[in-house]
Each structure stands twice: as structure tokens, then as C-alpha cells.
């Protein structure tokens, strides 16, 4: 199987046997080749590759979880999560420094003997521990800037930081179930000093407060003006004598 037969251009660096005699393969090309065996004859019937939402440097492993997902690991620092929806295999997540990911090249996968746990290892030092029950609920309920913000949250609470959302991560939170929202809410900053000012600011009542204290205050200045204007001045000594 090469590239005459529409494989890989480059060294092979990881394989893997799926169901239905369906096998994964991932290449310093940056793509994966699925390959299926049809008549005899193993044919590649689909190329992931970076415009299909695949990697961007070679693909070190590959590994298959239950509920027919397809992780891939890369040297560009990600993990994929592939699913096969209508047939065609679909990149439906990523996972990066951004939410939790690696730093630097995936070297390794390892699927725990209950299925329910994926280890990755990577050049930057550490190992992974992925709950597959979490992602694979989140995939199923979730949009994908939602899941993004749930794990960029859960890496800033492991660094031991409170993220401070922007607009658009705060309008997504924002739709999240009340209870989630209070679970969160100690580890979130959801505005900051200046926007807090604001709100403040901009709040109706305190607005008309504002404004009532502000129009208060040049009616007093006005009126010690108009006293200074009236006051009759002072005559010196010397226009007395006069």
C-alpha cells in the first residue's frame, strides 16, 4: 500500500486495526488513511487531512475507543477526536494546550483494559489521563464552543487559576444549565474591574442616582457663582477717604 495506490507520501508512523476490517494508518505526511478491505484488495476509501480539521504535522498514534471514536495524536501538539457520522470519519474535537492538551509532540496512546480512560503521552514531559464517559457525553450534549470553554476552564482551575472570560465565552456560559453556572461560577471571573464599573455604571437605578448627584452638583456650583456674582465688593480704605 503506497502512494500509487493512494498512500502515504511519507514515513509511516502508526497503525491501527479497527472494527469491520477497517485500518486506521498515520503518516509524517500529516494525514490519516483509512483503509477498508473490499474484494481482497485493501483500497483507502478517506484521507483526514488539515482541511478536513486534521493535523498539521505528522501523526505519531492512533487509537480506538468505544462508541466508534478514533483518536489521533500529532506532532503539532493536539489530540483529534474523529467520529464517523454519514459514513465519512469527522473531526469532532481538538484537544490542545488551550484546553487542557499537550505543549508539545503526542508521542503515545494507551486505552485502559475498561475503556473508559485514554493516556496520552507527550514530549513535554507528562501523561494525560482522558475520562472517556465525560467526553463522549459532552460530544453527544454539547456545542463545541461549549465544550471548549469547559475544558479551558478545567485547565486554568488545575493550574490553580480562576479564568477571566471574554464576551463571547461569557454569552456561552451564559447558556449553560443554572446549576452548572453555580458549580462554575467560584471558578470564573465573569467581568472584569472596568467592566464591573460599568455595569455599575450602566444599571438604571444607579444611573439615574449618578445622574440626579451629578445635576445636584452643578446646580450648587451654580448657585455659589450666582452668590459670587451678586456680592457687593469690597471698598478699600482708600476709596473711603475719598
Known amino acids: 500500500?503506497?502512494?500509487?495506490?493512494?498512500?502515504?507520501?511519507?514515513?509511516?508512523?502508526s497503525l491501527f486495526m479497527g472494527p469491520n476490517n477497517t485500518l486506521f494508518s498515520g503518516s509524517a505526511d500529516a494525514t490519516i488513511k483509512v483503509w477498508q478491505l473490499i474484494d481482497d484488495q485493501w483500497t483507502c476509501t478517506q484521507t483526514l487531512d488539515r482541511t478536513s480539521g486534521g493535523h498539521t504535522a505528522w501523526v505519531t498514534s492512533l487509537c480506538m475507543g468505544p462508541n466508534n471514536t478514533l483518536f489521533s495524536g500529532s506532532a503539532d501538539a493536539t489530540i483529534k477526536v474523529w467520529q464517523l457520522i454519514d459514513d465519512q470519519w469527522t473531526c469532532t474535537q481538538t484537544f490542545d494546550r488551550t484546553n487542557g492538551?499537550?505543549?508539545e509532540s503526542v508521542a503515545s496512546f494507551c486505552m485502559s483494559s475498561c475503556g473508559t480512560f485514554l493516556f496520552s503521552g507527550?514530549?513535554?514531559g507528562t501523561i494525560k489521563v482522558w475520562p472517556?464517559?465525560?467526553i463522549t457525553f459532552l460530544q453527544r450534549h454539547c456545542k463545541i464552543n461549549t465544550l471548549q470553554l469547559l475544558l479551558t476552564i478545567k485547565a486554568a482551575h488545575?493550574?490553580?487559576q480562576r479564568y477571566q472570560l471574554n464576551s463571547e465565552q461569557r454569552s456561552t456560559f451564559n447558556t449553560l444549565p443554572k446549576a452548572l453556572q453555580n458549580l462554575l461560577s467560584?471558578?470564573?471571573i465573569k467581568y472584569s474591574r472596568f467592566e464591573r464599573a460599568m455595569n455599575w455604571l450602566g444599571d438604571t437605578?444607579?444611573?439615574e442616582?449618578?445622574?440626579r448627584t451629578i445635576e445636584a452638583a452643578l446646580e450648587t456650583a451654580q448657585h455659589y457663582d450666582d452668590l459670587a456674582d451678586n456680592r457687593p465688593t469690597k471698598r478699600s480704605k482708600k476709596d473711603d477717604s475719598q
Do not use: I, K, Q
Open 205 to 207: 437605578r444607579v444611573g
Open 209 to 211: 442616582f449618578v445622574g
Open 186 to 188: 467560584p471558578h470564573v
Open 101 to 103: 492538551g499537550h505543549t
Open 1 to 13: 500500500l503506497d502512494r500509487t495506490s493512494g498512500g502515504h507520501t511519507e514515513s509511516v508512523y
Open 132 to 134: 472517556l464517559d465525560t
Open 122 to 124: 507527550a514530549d513535554d
Open 158 to 160: 488545575d493550574a490553580g
